[in-house]
């Protein structure tokens, strides 16, 4: 689907004739490559030209919000669809012979992030009643099915046999920022907040780097999250639609078949018998 490293806009960005598409028969998730930096990660693994965010839908830019212009051209996200500005909101990436552009939050997320956030690390949550404890969390799952798991590091018999843990679907967040509530240290420094529809998750990491990794990470991987919802959602549009159609070609098939018969009986039974 690339059009390599092209300067050109939205409707710039031209087609690689040479690159296979993702099948668009719905499935639990949406195919995506471990890691960006490999070659393979740019070939088959593409978001397909036809579920690509159209030109009049995007009016802004997806990392930076700021809206398109002359200078400030669209390129789209070939691992996700989604529509950038170029230079630090989208860069061409991928080997020198085939180089794509690839967006922020998912070069951030695969390249970057995912190990991270798979291996999982300590952190401290903060609860609205003001106790805090000591959490493991992690992430989950892929694509539609990822989420943020934490459960207690000290864990008696009893919170193990009632299952003392907690998740968040990252398809239900709806924003990771900087934490609000005072940190141990007396800042806020190393907190950040999971904020969904029904919670607000505040996390304090045991060091900057991490609040700072996982910060980053987690946006990347929401909206890694919701570009698969909504990459799933048209492949099984668009296999309903396949399927519509096969039907009726399959009944028009059948009417003809229907005709065609008709037609050879009533030439048989008008033909003239023999005395």
């Known amino acids: 689907m690339g059009g390599l490293c092209s300067c ?23 195919n995506r490559p471990s890691s960006v930096s490999s070659s393979a990660a740019f070939g088959s693994n593409h978001c397909p030209e036809e579920f690509w965010v159209p030109d009049d839908e995007a009016s802004e830019c997806q990392f930076c919000k ?14 996700c669809g989604d529509v950038f500005h170029g230079g630090e909101c989208a860069t061409p990436r991928g080997p020198a012979d085939h180089r794509v552009w ?23 949550l903060h609860s609205e009643d003001g106790v ?24 008696t018999l009893k919170r193990k046999m009632l299952g003392d843990q907690q998740m968040i679907m990252l398809q239900d967040v709806t924003s990771v920022e900087t934490g609000a509530r005072l940190s141990r240290a007396g800042d806020t420094s190393c907190c950040f907040r999971i904020m969904s529809a029904r919670s607000i998750t505040t996390i304090e990491a045991l060091s900057y780097g991490s609040q700072q990794d996982w910060l980053v990470g987690l946006k ?37 078949r229907q005709a065609t018969a008709e037609n050879i009986v009533g030439k048989y039974r008008d033909r003239p018998r023999r005395s």
Not at 14 to 24: F, N, P
Not at 102 to 124: E, P, R, S
Not at 132 to 155: D, F, H, L
């Open 8 to 30: 050109m806009g939205d409707g710039e960005d031209e087609a690689d004739e040479t690159t296979t598409l993702v099948s668009s028969r719905p499935s639990s998730s949406v």
């Open 66 to 79: 700021q809206d398109f212009s002359a200078t400030n051209r669209r390129h789209h996200c070939r691992m």
């Open 102 to 124: 690839v967006c922020k939050f998912c070069f951030d997320f695969y390249h970057k992030y995912k190990t991270t956030l798979y291996n999982g690390a300590q952190f401290i």
């Open 132 to 155: 805090s404890e000591t959490i493991t969390m992690q992430v989950e799952g892929e694509g539609v099915e990822m989420r943020v798991r934490w459960s207690p590091v000290k864990q």
């Open 220 to 256: 990347a991987a929401v909206f890694v999250c919701r570009e698969d919802c909504r990459l799933l959602t048209m492949q099984r549009e668009a296999h309903t639609i396949q399927r519509a159609e096969r039907k009726k070609q399959q009944g028009e098939a059948k009417k003809k």
